[in-house]
């Protein structure tokens, strides 16, 4: 809450302490507490850039790219942790199916419109303390409804807890389809071994060439070495798996180990393996989530959004 003081005959405005709006934001902002440092590039669509967690006198750099310099207008691909929203993963052919016909959009990867359109535009700092950030953006052609996201992120402990909101605008009156998800790059090796990866998973969607979703979900070797712990060689592993209720991941290194849990909204997990980093992303449904369920298949995470009903998504990463 901003107070105003009566000064003679001039009103100044307070903003209290624990606000810390600036005027000119740094191009760059940091986060951090006793556990972790912790940089995010609000200009390069909120990505993080880095996550560095103390650890017996170490530091250690979870993500790909994290000891970098950071361009703060551009994440290089394959590094940081960058935000999919308002969908995530792909929709093919970029036919978003909706209540009020079909919407194109661009495919960015063809034949698919891929991870959304909000992780190359820059974000608006709301609020920003020594642990916390609030960023929103909003929503913008090619897009076909009004709205906005909201971004949160705190560090609490040994905890990262990110938040996303996706907000219809008052004056949108119609539904919409809406997925979200994080896309982060972690580094295989924190200085020795390879990084195993147990995720509490059900069942993997069947994709055919090239990633598209036919609908089929299948117990599948993978699935059955991610309840067991794995760990993945390059390009072993790209697909898309429906969790356990409740159910999260987590990453071992021998320095170190990271949970990662979500919202109940959170649902599905993507791991892919590519050469120099593994990603882990939480998102809230699977792969062409919104053609799937307008076929009829269930279990694909769909969700809709309206004025009355955000799209609410959290993902804790935790370690130890």
Not at 68 to 79: F, I, M, R, T, W
Not at 108 to 114: E, R, S, T
Not at 236 to 265: I, Q, R, Y
């Amino acid at each position: 809450m901003v107070a105003e003081r009566a000064t003679g005959t001039q009103t100044r405005r307070i903003i209290p302490p624990r606000t810390r709006l600036r005027p000119h934001m740094p191009a760059n902002i940091t986060i951090s507490n006793e556990s972790a440092l912790i940089t995010i590039s609000p200009e390069a669509g909120a990505s993080l850039r880095s996550i560095k967690v103390n650890k017996n006198g170490n530091s250690y750099e979870l993500l790909s790219g994290g000891d970098n310099e950071h361009d703060p207008s551009e994440l290089p691909h394959g590094e940081g942790s960058f935000i999919m929203a308002p969908w995530v993963n792909r929709i093919r052919d970029g036919r978003l199916v909706t209540s009020d016909g079909i919407h194109e959009l661009p495919m960015n990867q063809p034949p698919h419109a891929i991870h959304g359109l909000e992780r190359d535009r820059e974000w608006t700092v709301k609020y920003v303390s020594e642990s916390s950030l609030e960023l929103e953006i909003a929503l913008a052609e090619p897009w076909p409804y009004a709205g906005k996201v909201e971004y949160s992120l705190s560090l609490e402990g040994s905890s990262l807890i990110q938040t996303m909101r996706l907000i219809a605008d008052e004056n949108e009156t119609r539904t919409f389809p809406g997925s979200l998800g994080w896309h982060p790059w972690f580094n295989t090796t924190l200085g020795s071994d390879l990084v195993k990866a147990t995720a509490d998973v059900s069942a993997q969607w069947e994709l055919e060439y090239p990633a598209t979703a036919t609908g089929k979900l299948e117990v599948t070797g993978i699935t059955e070495r991610l309840q067991q712990g794995t760990r993945f060689g390059v390009k072993e592993v790209d697909g898309c798996f429906l969790m356990n209720k409740g159910g999260g991941a987590v990453l071992s290194w021998p320095e170190l180990t990271m949970t990662m849990t979500g919202s109940e909204t959170i649902t599905h997990f993507m791991f892919y393996s590519p050469e120099h980093a593994l990603c882990v992303e939480p998102q809230t449904c699977t792969v062409d989530a919104a053609q799937l369920a307008d076929k009829g298949f269930a279990d694909t995470g769909h969700l809709l959004v309206d004025r009355e009903n955000p799209l609410i998504a959290t993902t804790t990463w935790s370690w130890e």
